[in-house]
């Protein structure tokens, strides 16, 4: 870096914000148009397909429509999370802030921070450590997101949903992918982890996350302890919340070991048929553009 100009300095961050555009884009091409174990677009479409086919078959809710209310907005979401916000920004963002990350670590002779080499760990045990780690985190930061009102305003997309199915996973403002990714960044850096196991781990908590939203009456037994479940994340979705936790409760995204850890579960009955939601919801706007636009008009 020392013996770049400013202007050669500039072009360097261009370039790679310019390239990651198309770099995205051919990306994406490939995972739609081949089909492999490792492919994140088709893994996607494959589990969202086999959970709305045990919502069609074993519903929890009988009444409920298949194609329930919202459910193409949260199908609209799922693509633009996941790959239309990458497309448009995201992934060059990205690129560019690790990339200046990695330039001041060098500024001070440090080429990474990798604190803990997991990769010669067993690797049941880095699944492991890559799952509890991340989940950790995602786990405080939920919570902020209800207690901070500034974040609030942003997670409030996330609990409009009014009839839950596995969909309502990916309904949340973009500005909650910054946040996230920005705070997990460096713990999971300092860990080592590697791409594989970052990918299993990630699709093993797509598939909790769409069972939690799901329109299924489980909980998991005895097991209900260790992993978030429908009847137990449907209360997080309550729009009366208890006295005792007036920010909410059970925040864990994958886990439920968390909020039995530190008090904030809450499962007092069956919450098949409560109202979702909250305070004055019904003023809330019910389209992508709006939402997108309210948590910056508050």
């Known amino acids: 870096m020392e013996d770049l100009n400013l202007q050669q300095i500039m072009e360097k961050y261009t370039d790679i914000f310019l390239n990651s555009f198309s770099g995205y884009f051919n990306y994406l091409m490939n995972e739609i148009q081949n089909p492999s174990l490792t492919n994140y677009f088709w893994w996607l479409i494959g589990l969202s397909v086999l959970v709305l086919s045990m919502e069609i078959i074993i519903p929890w809710r009988k009444d409920q429509k ?5 459910f193409w907005l949260d199908v609209f979401y799922v693509f633009f999370n996941f790959f239309i916000f990458s497309l448009i920004g995201y992934n060059a963002i990205s690129n560019v802030f690790v990339e200046l990350f990695n330039d001041f670590l060098g500024l ?3 080429e ?3 604190a803990f080499h997991i990769q010669n760990f067993p690797i049941w045990s880095q699944f492991l450590i890559l799952f509890l780690v991340a989940d950790f985190i995602q786990w405080n930061v939920h ?3 209800h207690k901070r009102s500034w974040l609030w305003k942003f997670h409030k997309v996330h609990h409009s949903v009014k009839e839950m199915g596995f969909a309502a996973q990916f309904r949340f403002h973009f500005m909650e992918t910054l946040i ?3 705070i997990q960044y460096i713990p999971l850096a300092m860990i080592g982890f590697g791409i594989q196991e970052f990918f299993i781990v990630h699709m093993f908590g797509v598939l909790i996350g769409h069972l939690n939203h799901a329109n299924l009456g489980w909980d998991y037994g005895p097991f ?3 992993f978030n479940n429908p ?3 449907i209360w997080h979705h309550s729009k009366a919340l208890p006295v005792e936790h007036p920010f909410g409760m059970n925040f864990g995204l994958s886990l439920s070991l968390w909020d039995y850890l530190f008090g904030t579960a809450h499962v007092p009955e069956n919450g098949k048929d409560i109202e979702l939601g909250f305070e004055n919801d019904e003023n809330y706007p019910q389209d992508f553009w709006n939402q997108l636009k309210k948590p910056f008009k508050e």
């Open 231 to 233: 009847k137990m994340h």
């Open 224 to 226: 209900k302890y260790i």
């Open 66 to 70: 298949i194609i329930r209310k919202g």
């Open 112 to 114: 990474n921070i990798i």
């Open 180 to 182: 996230y990714k920005a």
């Open 143 to 145: 919570i902020q997101l």
């Open 108 to 110: 001070f002779g440090i």
